[in-house]
């Protein structure tokens, strides 16, 4: 069942220019996160900064395991580094298999900071956080509507100049979702 | 007629290029990507939940928005009730004041749209930026949105160009890519720097009090985020009953807005939550602004309050061959299309719609794809009769309809008169090549059939009607004006098949217009007399069936006479019995195996390519679309090929051709495209003003395809079929 739902969460997401990836634990999430970072970097001229907003997957990772050369990572002062780094790194609580859509309780100021202003936003998510539907989703917070619930499906987009379609407006160009199987020593998958 | 300026604004719009460009791929494009993304679901069950929903919510307006008010107070957040758009910018103005803001964020909110907002704030020195992309560039051009979802669409990317330059000081390049960038950086700025954000909200979640924000671009959320005071401003229709009523709205708006899954972002906000301010984090300031604006008077109307089912997502924009040809801004407000022009009567003035209620050519597509289940055509045509009963019709008009529409036998003696004054002009064949001048523009795209010398009325007496097999019974057949004045020999036709089929035929003579044209025209009181005159003379006869041809007259047998006289205790229960008994042509011949019975073989090697044009009230109000294709398929040597949009309008309209020969004659020219794409040498129908306006495009074109009514091909078979 929870295969059928990635599969499906990563066909629907790659159809609206996502990049789903998955990994089986933390360890292997920071490696990912490394070279996505040495990536990026090489690619641009000068320094590249990210700012990481630790979720409880990345508990007591340290910013400096996953920096890079040319990749400077962050985790304080979101107010005054959000609007300028390239790159936002953060947790994210469900994924809606059907329509390839992550799901976040974003109440806390600095989650949208993080996954709004940067050209490149990397979400993490439990593979556990997996649900079927929209409705499923909803129904989990039912009872309980937290101020700021956010539901994002692939980077920005607008067709809004002769209905071509072009990636990247106010929010960010690149979305890239990594699953996490294993979460705290026990897997979820 | 429509009033001058009206009418060059509607030549401004078919003159201009990118409506034909961008505006025309996106229709294009539009159908199938819906059709694709609604793959596997069930339209109709999620229609008819959202309709529930949504009206339910509107039966019980005032109690959802205290419900809300109250759940969204609990929540921190202040919500304000406006009676008006005067009283939202009043309350927006003076809250900028007292928090000492001067510049404002907005996010795309069609509610702000509809009062004019922006420029009131302006006037109050506030700088006020949209930031929605297409509502960026029109605010940037000093325009108004021409589509609800897609505000800019009228406009080329080389205009964009040219604001985006002046705005940034520096002559960009025509890269749309590039441009975006642009916009990115400049409303970056605003983003960062503005104390005030404004956006509108998609639902209102009464249960919960929460705001569903639904967007692409991303900005909602930087709007909601970055200033420390956010403004929603929400109609009134907005407000949904529960928190789980959500999912399929959500369901159907994307897919249905811009054939999208789900859009990039969907926000959900509940009372106030935590925001930047110099050196931390504190509680963000929530005004919610619920507007009324007439939106509880429109719930008060038993008929119109069927419009507060809109979700707007624009699909009936999206499908309307009208709003493809002439765009947005014709409709003369922030709302266009065919729920555009309702909103507009009310949340503006009635008299706005005047004119714009005209603009709708009453095919019915949009009722088809509204995922609100509002019969948009419907609302349009009781808008036109209270515009009319108000007004009150023209000389001309009280002429043709209450003096000579209602007087039977006034009526037929004139069309016998027309068919002689008409003589001279008729050219080859029955086409009238060249009408007098004076009629000349109404029919410059088309050629008109020839009034005929005897009508099918007088025909009757000498017509010899031969039932070969077993008799099956008696059947009434009502002919409609077309086919009794214009075509009798297709009438003949109708009597020809029937026959074989076992059926004796019977053509009452009190039969009369069937009301269409001043139903579509609002003239209600005509409309009922004639409905009166109809069913008088076809209950006349005991006979099993009532049979018409004309898929519109058959749509005002079975509904509109009913409708009409719904009310009234000795005609309503006659109009109910009618309505029962009529069957349009080929719906009865299938589904009584009439052509079956001589039909010895289908053998024959298809000669003859045959396309099918589906007519807006066959396939949409009757639900017709699949009997005259079987029995299309049966006739030896036929072979049926289907043209693209095979069920879009011809551009007819009864006398909508006559009003708006400008619009009629490109949509006929589309619908004539693809016909000719088909390579078909045939195009069948089952409607005789369809019959109309494609023969004589067709004709005037010199194109050699025949057009013929599926009981033509039928009686030509069966004539065949007897002398073998």
């Known amino acids: 069942m929870r295969e059928e739902l990635f599969s499906l969460f990563k066909e629907r997401a790659e159809m609206v220019s996502a990049e789903v990836h998955r990994v089986k634990d933390v360890q292997r999430a920071v ?16 320094e590249t900064e990210a700012l990481l907003l630790r979720g409880s997957l990345l508990e007591g990772v340290n910013p400096a395991e996953l920096e ?7 985790d304080d002062n979101f107010d005054r ?9 953060s947790q994210l609580d469900l994924a809606i298999a059907d329509t390839g ?3 976040q309780d974003a109440t806390d100021v600095k989650k949208r900071l993080v996954s709004t202003l940067p050209s490149v936003h990397i979400a993490l998510v439990p593979t556990g956080g997996l649900v079927a539907n929209l409705a499923e989703a909803l129904e989990k917070f039912q009872g309980q509507v937290p101020g700021y619930l956010a539901f994002i499906t692939g980077p920005s987009r607008t067709a809004d100049i002769e209905r071509v379609l072009t990636i990247g407006v106010h929010g960010p160009e690149r979305l890239i979702v990594l699953f996490i199987d294993e979460v705290g020593g026990g897997s979820l998958a | 007629m429509p009033d001058a300026k009206f009418k060059e604004s509607i030549k401004q719009a078919l003159a201009n290029p990118q409506l034909g460009g961008a505006l025309g791929r996106f229709f294009e494009a539009y159908a199938p990507s819906r059709a694709r993304v609604y793959e596997g679901m069930d339209f109709e069950a999620l229609r008819t939940t959202i309709a529930a929903i949504k009206s339910q919510a509107a039966e019980h307006m005032e109690e959802m928005a205290s419900r809300f008010t109250k759940e969204a107070e609990k929540r921190g957040a202040k919500v304000f009730l406006a009676k008006s758009g005067d009283e939202v910018k009043a309350y927006i103005a003076k809250l900028a004041q007292d928090k000492g803001v001067k510049r404002i964020v907005k996010s795309k909110s069609m509610a702000s749209e509809e009062i004019h907002l922006n420029s009131y704030l302006e006037k109050q020195g506030l700088s006020v930026k949209e930031t929605d992309l297409g509502e960026w560039i029109i605010q940037l051009a000093g325009q108004r949105p021409s589509h609800m979802v897609m505000p800019a669409i009228h406009m080329s990317k080389e205009e964009v160009t040219e604001l985006f330059s002046k705005e940034v000081n520096e002559r960009l390049e025509v890269d749309i890519p590039r441009l975006v960038k642009v916009a990115r950086n400049e409303l970056r700025k605003a983003f960062l720097e503005a104390e005030l954000g404004i956006t509108g909200a998609n639902m209102a979640v009464a249960e919960t009090g929460t705001l569903v924000l639904v967007t692409n671009e991303g900005n909602a959320r930087l709007v909601t985020t970055l200033p420390p005071i956010h403004v929603a401003i929400v109609g009134l229709e907005k407000l949904v009953p ?30 106030t939550v935590p925001t930047l301010v110099e050196g931390g984090v504190q509680a963000k300031e929530l005004h919610i602004i619920l507007l009324d604006n007439r939106r509880t008077e429109m719930r008060a109307d038993p008929v119109f309050k069927q419009a507060l089912q809109c979700i707007r997502c624009a699909s009936c924009l999206n499908v309307c061959p009208v709003y493809r040809l002439v765009g947005g801004h014709v409709f003369g407000h922030v709302y266009a299309g065919g729920i555009g022009t309702i909103l507009t009567a009310w949340f503006n003035e009635m008299h706005n719609s005047k004119d714009i209620q005209g603009l709708c050519i009453q095919c019915g597509r949009c009722k088809e794809v ?12 009781e808008l036109r009769r209270q515009i009319t009963e108000k007004a009150g019709l023209s000389l001309t008009q009280k002429l043709i309809f209450e003096n000579m529409l209602t007087n039977r036998k006034l009526f037929h003696n004139m069309l016998r008169a027309a068919s002689l004054a008409q003589k001279p002009f008729t050219g080859r064949g029955s086409m009238i090549r060249h009408l007098p001048l004076f009629f000349s523009k109404y029919s410059e ?9 005897v009508p099918l009325r007088d025909r009757m007496d000498k017509l010899e009607q031969t039932v070969r097999v077993v008799p099956q019974g008696k059947a009434v057949f009502y002919s409609g004006c077309l086919i009794d004045f214009a075509y009798p020999e297709l009438g003949e036709d109708v009597i020809k098949v029937l026959n074989q089929g076992g059926y004796e035929v019977v053509f009452p003579q009190g039969q009369t217009c069937c009301g269409a044209p001043a139903k579509y025209n609002g003239v209600h009181d005509v409309a009922v007399k004639l409905a009166k005159q109809n069913v008088e003379a076809l209950s006349s006869v005991n006979a099993e069936v009532v049979i018409s041809a004309c898929p519109t007259c058959t749509v005002a047998i079975k509904h509109d006479f009913v409708k009409a006289l719904q009310d009234d205790p000795e005609w309503g229960p006659k109009a109910s019995a009618l309505a029962d008994k009529v069957r349009d042509f080929s719906h009865f011949i299938l589904e009584k195996g009439l052509t079956n019975r001589t039909n010895q073989s289908n053998q024959a090697f298809p000669t003859t390519k045959v396309t099918y044009h589906d007519s807006c009230h066959l396939k949409r109000t009757l639900g017709i679309s699949r009997e005259p294709r079987t029995l299309l398929k049966t006739v030896p040597g036929l072979e049926l090929v289907e043209m693209s949009e095979s069920d879009m309008c011809c551009g007819m309209g009864g006398s909508y051709s006559l009003k708006f020969p400008e619009l009629s004659a490109p949509i006929l020219e589309r619908k004539l495209k693809h016909i000719r794409e088909s390579e078909a040498q045939v195009v069948a129908m089952d409607c005789p003003g369809c019959l109309m306006q494609i023969s004589g495009g067709l004709d005037k074109q010199g194109r050699r395809v025949e057009v013929k009514h599926t009981a033509q091909i039928l009686a030509e078979m069966l004539a065949k079929q007897n002398t073998n």
């Open chain 1, 101 to 103: 859509t992550l799901c």
């Open chain 1, 68 to 74: 890079q050369p040319g990749a400077k990572v962050y």
């Open chain 2, 445 to 453: 795209f088309r050629s008109l059939p020839a009034i005929a010398e």
């Open chain 2, 370 to 381: 509204c995922p609100g289940k509002i019969d948009i055509p419907e609302l349009i045509v």
């Open chain 1, 81 to 89: 580094l959000a609007p300028g780094v390239m790159i936002g790194i």
């Open chain 1, 31 to 46: 490696e990912f996160i490394r070279k996505a970072l040495s990536e990026i970097a090489s690619a641009q001229p000068g």
């Open chain 2, 242 to 271: 529960k928190f789980a009523d959500i999912a399929p709205v959500l369901q159907a708006l994307p897919r249905s807005a811009t054939a999208q899954q789900l859009t990039s972002y969907v926000t959900m906000i509940t009372g």
